[in-house]
C-alpha cells in the first residue's frame, strides 16, 4: 500500500515537472518553522568544521555584498541591452565559420542573457543551497532569528534575507502554478505537407516521387520521407513519415523506391 502511494506521488511529480529547487525551498520554509532547535554539524569532517566555513563564505555573499552581485549582472546586461539596440557595439556580433562545420562568434544579446541567468541562479538556486548549509551545520535558530526577530546589528541581513525569501516564494507560487497548467505534446507531421525548396530543407536523396529529406533548422534535425504529388497545375510534397533518427527514415525511403521500381518493372 505505502509503495503504491509512493509510486502514484513519485509519478505526480514527475508529471508535474516541477524544479527540485523549488521543493527543496518549500522544505526550507517548513524547517525553518518547525525544526527543533539542537546543536549538530553534518559537514565536521576529520576534525575540520567544513560547515562553519561555508557558512561564513555564504554569509560573506548574501550579506552587503549580495546587492552588488545581484543588480551589478543586471545593470551591465541593461547596458549591454541598450547597445544592441542603438548598434553602439555592433561590430562585437561576429561569427566566423570552421571546416570541422561548427560556428564561433559572440552575440551582444546572449551575453545579456546570460548575466540575467547569473543573477537568478544567485538568488534561486545559491540561495536555496545557502539555507540548507544552514541547517546542515544545525543553525536554524539563526536564520528564524533573523527573519523574524532581528536585533540591532541584523536589521540589514533581515532587509536581504526577506528579499531573498520573498523573490523565492513568488517565483515557487508561480512555478507551481504554470504546471498545473502546462503541457508537452508530440507535434503531429504525418499527413502535412511541406515545401522542400525552402533553405531550411536539405534534400538527402530524391528517387521518382519519394524524396528523403532533412529539417535542418531545427535543434534536433527531424527527417522526412515525403511524396511528390500533382495536384492541379501545382506541385505538392506530401509528408508520409517523419523521425528524429536518420536510419529509420532511410530505411522506409529506400523500401518505397524499391518498391516503385519494381511496379514499374
Not at 548575466?115 to 543553525?139: D, E, P, R, T
Request: proline content about 2%; glycine content about 4%; some cysteine.
Amino acid at each position: 500500500m505505502l509503495k503504491e502511494l509512493y509510486d502514484l506521488i513519485k509519478k505526480y511529480f514527475r508529471k508535474m515537472n516541477i524544479p527540485i529547487f523549488n521543493y527543496i525551498f518549500i522544505l526550507e520554509i517548513i524547517l525553518i518553522i518547525y525544526l527543533p532547535n539542537k546543536k549538530f554539524n553534518l559537514f565536521y569532517w576529520n576534525n575540520i568544521d567544513i560547515g562553519n566555513i561555508l557558512y561564513h563564505i555564504g554569509q560573506i555573499f548574501y550579506g552587503s555584498l549580495s546587492i552588488w552581485i545581484i543588480f551589478l549582472p543586471i545593470l551591465i546586461a541593461c547596458i549591454l541591452a541598450v547597445c544592441v539596440n542603438e548598434n553602439w557595439l555592433s561590430f562585437l556580433n561576429s561569427n566566423s565559420e570552421y571546416i570541422d562545420g561548427t560556428t564561433h562568434g559572440f552575440s551582444l544579446v546572449r551575453a545579456v542573457k546570460r548575466l540575467m541567468k547569473l543573477s537568478w541562479i544567485f538568488i534561486h538556486q545559491g540561495w536555496i543551497i545557502y539555507v540548507a548549509i544552514i541547517f546542515a551545520i544545525g543553525k536554524r535558530a539563526y536564520i528564524y532569528s533573523v527573519l523574524f526577530h532581528p536585533v540591532v546589528d541584523e536589521y540589514e541581513f533581515s532587509l536581504l534575507y526577506w528579499l531573498f525569501m520573498t523573490a523565492n516564494g513568488f517565483y515557487t507560487i508561480w512555478t507551481i502554478f504554470y504546471a498545473t497548467g502546462a503541457y508537452v505534446i508530440q507535434t503531429d507531421y504525418v499527413r502535412k505537407e511541406i515545401n522542400v525548396k525552402e533553405i531550411r530543407y536539405l534534400i538527402i536523396d530524391q528517387s521518382n516521387e519519394y524524396l528523403f529529406v532533412k529539417d535542418q533548422m531545427l535543434t534536433t534535425p527531424v527527417f522526412y520521407l515525403v511524396q511528390s504529388q500533382i495536384n492541379g497545375l501545382n506541385l505538392k510534397y506530401k509528408i508520409i513519415d517523419f523521425s528524429k533518427k536518420f536510419e529509420e527514415i532511410k530505411y522506409e525511403y529506400e523500401a518505397k523506391v524499391r518498391d516503385a521500381k519494381n511496379a514499374e518493372s
